[in-house]
């Protein structure tokens, strides 16, 4: 996978969600680390190096939607995964709406968040779906 440079930031209120991810990109060689609100991503030293956010849905005080707002209106258009364990249709529409690049229902197949990984990533290096 390229843009072994870049952060792949997890942000999940749950931390053995957040934890799974972030072993789970290590294991390939990526970069991870897991943060459990929206509040410490934006506070944290690495917001300049994320590449690629994997962010749930339903968090208390900022959602994950929020948060990508919230990043997209301060010029930051980090590629965006919006994970959820309450899927709606209503949610989904917004979500692509906003600029999310994958919207993944709760419990997700690992190869369908690798997919949207290697999206993102590829979209952050501008490589517009090269292979």
Known sequence: MP???SIVAIVDDDKAVGNAIEVLMRSIGLVA???S?????LRSP???RTGCLVV???MPRMSGLDLHSNLSRLGNEIPTILITAYPSDDIRVRALQAGVICYLPKPFDESD???CIQTALDSSK???GAP
């Open 46 to 48: 690495e917001l300049s």
């Open 3 to 5: 843009n072994r440079g």
């Open 126 to 128: 501008g490589n517009s």
């Open 113 to 115: 968040l690798l997919n």
């Open 33 to 35: 680390q897991a943060f």
């Open 37 to 41: 609100s929206g509040e410490e991503f």
């Open 56 to 58: 749930d849905f339903d």
